[in-house]
């Protein structure tokens, strides 16, 4: 699975992007496909993952910390994750990637995932 996320760029607190990635590959709908971040001498951080368990249902799960702001959700016919981010902080800024991983469950640790976009610069200023 090759993974390209676009979408970033500069916002204002209290505004919204989308981020979107796009995914090659025929196991896409099959793969569990998330969003990471990682701020400036911050570690990598989760923010949330999705995996399709059947038709339009499936399973998410999202940070605590984008609770209630960030919203994932996926295309499975267009190869597509998305993340809906409002509400924006300036803590939110970072470089956002993208990830599949071939697990069954949906991990919120970045060593369970095997393939990683190229990541897409999001500034929040205050």
């Known amino acids: 699975v090759q993974l390209q996320a676009s979408g970033g760029g500069l916002v204002q607190a209290g505004g919204s992007l989308r981020l979107s990635c796009a995914a090659s590959?025929?196991?896409?709908?099959?793969?569990?496909v998330g969003w990471f971040r990682q701020a400036p001498g911050k570690e990598r951080e989760f923010v949330a993952a999705?995996?399709?368990?059947?038709?339009?249902?499936?399973?998410?799960l999202t940070a605590d910390s984008v609770k209630g702001r960030f919203t994932i959700s996926r295309d499975n016919a267009k190869n597509t994750l998305y993340l809906q981010m409002n509400s924006l902080k300036p803590e939110d800024t970072a470089v956002y990637y993208c990830?599949?991983?071939?697990?069954?469950?949906?991990?919120?640790?970045?060593?369970?995932?095997?393939?990683w976009g190229q990541g897409t610069l999001v500034t929040v200023s205050s």
């Open positions: 590959g025929r196991t896409f709908s099959s793969s569990v």
């Open positions: 990830a599949a991983s071939r697990v069954v469950t949906v991990p919120s640790d970045s060593h369970e995932y095997d393939y």
């Open positions: 999705i995996r399709s368990t059947g038709g339009s249902a499936y399973d998410a």
